[in-house]
Every structure is written in structure tokens, then in C-alpha cells.
């Protein structure tokens, strides 16, 4: 099934009132051999006793699952964050003009999009420098894309692009961590449509979503932007100056193989035949052998 979808302007940002959000929030609790009144030296043996235990637990969790954490420039990476939050900024620069609807309108629109993506940088982040643990639960591939496109339609529709959507009929059913997979499938279709904001100019961004084999897929493509072989190997590295999109195409994109990589599967990106690139998000797909069966 295909569809096109043309980006739609999104409602305004509602104001808060952050005093009274800040006022709901209540104090950290004290620890509870505090709350209970025990003695000091007791709760410094049952403190002490409590460190050992999480460093015994750390200690075989780091046995039985080796750590493939990638090695990422941290303090760059933070660099690159804080330039994100600097960006904001400036959007609200441009509300705090008054009696200037267009303007008005814009800021709150770019300081959307910069808060999304500072967001998605941020846990991109995280997933690259943490151990990760992948809840498998039966999920539908064809859900998770669908759920991600509407982060992108503010930015597409500043480019004046479309988004362009091929989904079958069927469910693609997989068992994976939803949570992490929504990260990945974001990583992808961030990466394209960066690569749409730096040629400058409007385009069409295809996402598809397919079974092949034992496989589930998903290819994110855009056309505007032409990217040679030699960047395309060096997209994922964190570490190369020679590719677009600066490190936090190469941030979203290696949490985007993380993900993959956790559940058995793999990111990449390959040249299009029309000059672009496509995104290549892959998981295993559910097979009979790893559907459970029901005790009788």
C-alpha cells in the first residue's frame, strides 16, 4: 500500500505555566533508614552493604554480556549538543519580538523542530554510551514506521518536501524492543532528511517497509542530495570530517546500527540509482520457531 503524505502545519505550542509545574514537583525522598529513624551506624553499614551489591550485580552483568559499546568522541559530541540548545535560542529570539505574528509563528515552529532534535541527539547519546537491555516484545515493524514519520513533517514541510509512504497490507511482525527500534528507524530518517536540508532544495523522501526472507526492512531514500561511495563508507564514523551532515549524522546513524546490531540485525546505506542515497534499517523477522506456543 502506498500513500503520500504532504507535511501539514502543526498547532501552536501551548504556554505553560512552568512555576506551577516547578512548585508540583516534591523534594527527593530521604533514604529510608532516615525516614525510619535508625541509627547513623547502621545506616552506614547498610549503605556500604548496598554499594557492594550493585558492584557484584554490575560486575556479572559485564561478564555474561560483554560490552560492544562503540567508542564516541564525548566531549565533541557534547559540543555538538550545546550548539543544538544555542539554536534554540535564537528561535526564541525571534518570539520575543512581539507584534510580529510571521515571525512569532516561525520561531515556534523552528524551536519544535530544535527541541525534537536535541531530544533525539540526546538519546541517540545515550544508547552509543550506555549498555543497553532489549525488552523483546511482539511488535509490528509497520507500526513503529508509521509512529516515527510524524517527527519529521514540520522539517519536511520547511523544505517544501514530501513524504512519501509504502507500507504493506500485511503486518510485519518481529519481536524487539520497541523503544529501541523507534530510535533506530529515527536515526535513518533523520540522516535522509538532513541530507534534504543541505542540498537546498525540495524533494520527495520515500520510506518503505517490506519483508525479504527472514527479514523485515525498512529503506529510507532521498533523491537530492548525492553522496559518493567513498562518504557513504564513512557516514557511520563518528571520528571522519569527509562526509555531510557533520557528527550528528554520524551519531544518529551509528545508534541506528546499535540498535540493529541488538537485535540481530544491521544498518547501512547505500547509493539510489538516482543519484541520491537510501537508509537501510534490517531486523530478523518472526519466524514460526520463535512464535511461543500456548500451554494447553
Known amino acids: 500500500m502506498s500513500e503520500a503524505l504532504d507535511p501539514t502545519p502543526s ?12 512548585d508540583s514537583i516534591s523534594p527527593p525522598a530521604k533514604p529510608r533508614a532516615v525516614r525510619q529513624g535508625l541509627p547513623t551506624e547502621y545506616r552506614m553499614r547498610h549503605d556500604a552493604h548496598y554499594v557492594e551489591e550493585l558492584g557484584a550485580r554490575a560486575s556479572a552483568a559485564r561478564s555474561e554480556h560483554p560490552s560492544t559499546l562503540p567508542n564516541v568522541p564525548t566531549a565533541a559530541a557534547l559540543r555538538d549538543l550545546c550548539q543544538e540548545f544555542e539554536g534554540l ?12 505574528p510571521l515571525r512569532e509563528r516561525l520561531g515556534l515552529t523552528l524551536a519544535k523542530i530544535g527541541v525534537q532534535r536535541s531530544i533525539r541527539y540526546a538519546q541517540y ?18 507500526d513503529l514506521v508509521r509512529q516515527t514519520l510524524g517527527d519529521f513533517k514540520e522539517e519536511l514541510r520547511l523544505t517544501e518536501s514530501t513524504l512519501v509512504v ?3 497490507d500485511s503486518p510485519l511482525a518481529a519481536q524487539g524492543d520497541a523503544g ?9 530518517i533523520g ?29 529510507v531514500r532521498q533523491d ?54 537510501t537508509f537501510v ?13 500456548k500451554a494447553n
Open 191 to 219: 540522516a535522509a532528511v538532513a541530507l534534504i536540508e543541505l542540498s537546498g532544495m525540495p524533494a520527495d523522501l520515500h520510506v518503505t517497509a517490506f519483508a525479504s526472507g527472514e527479514t523485515l526492512q525498512c529503506e
Open 281 to 293: 534499517f534490517s531486523v530478523p523477522a518472526m519466524t514460526l520457531s520463535s512464535v511461543p506456543v
Open 180 to 188: 529501541l527500534l523507534l530510535s533506530g528507524i529515527r536515526g535513518c
Open 11 to 22: 498547532a501552536a505550542i501551548p504556554q505553560e505555566n512552568f512555576n506551577e509545574i516547578l
Open 89 to 100: 535560542a535564537s528561535c526564541f529570539n525571534l518570539i520575543q519580538q512581539g507584534a510580529r
Open 224 to 277: 537530492v542530495y548525492a553522496v559518493d561511495t567513498n562518504q557513504l563508507t564513512r557516514l557511520f564514523d563518528m571520528e571522519s570530517s569527509d562526509r555531510p551532515g557533520g557528527r550528528t549524522m554520524a551519531v544518529a546513524l551509528s545508534a541506528a546500527r546499535r540498535v540493529a546490531q541488538l537485535h540481530g540485525g544491521f544498518a547501512d546505506a547505500r547509493p539510489a540509482g538516482s543519484g541520491g542515497c
Open 166 to 168: 509504502d507500507l504493506p
Open 125 to 142: 547519546l545515550r544508547l552509543l554510551m550506555e549498555d543497553q537491555h532489549v525488552s523483546r516484545r511482539d511488535i509490528r515493524l509497520d
